[in-house]
């Protein structure tokens, strides 16, 4: 759970940890200049709004559209609101080290068929996604997995999702290393994800 005020998570490992898949460059810019700019704007939303102060922002996101706040508040609450909580994600599934989630492989071995099968998917999603998005293995209400990507900043969570891995393809991501080779940024994504 998530609360106000949003804070710039720490990384669990040093910027340049993930070389040579992510460069340290781009990790740094990444998360000290844009995910902090949407943790700023996130509780500037906020500051406004005491009585949704202590509401966790993951329920936010799933209630935004029964707020009663101003629909440009609304629209600036669900980017960069949506911008805080898919980042702290990404930075938490990656790490230098593997640490391996078996109950999270069986679980896409079951629904997928194989990992191999999952990470075809994903990629797919990650690919397909024109523009700025997100790819997503998600778990549902009913507890079932799903892939699917959404644009922009849209989390998960807005249709009652449970993100579970997220993968960041705007080009922020990856230009300072891959420029316009999103398919290498998605490749050597997988070196990095620690829980498979
Ligand atoms: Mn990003």
Redesign the pocket.
Known sequence: MTKYPFSLPELGYNDNALEPYIDGQTMNI?RTK??QAYVSKANEILAKYPDLQSQPLEDLLRNLNNLKIDEADKAALKNNGG?HL??CL?WEIMGPKKEVDADLIEKVEETFGSVAEFKKALTAQALGRFGSGWAWLTETKDKTLKVYSTAN?DSPYLQGDKPLIGL?V?E??YYLKYQNRRPEYVEAFWNVLKLF
């Open positions: 990444h844009h995910h911008g898919n980042h990404y900043q960041d705007w922020h991501a």
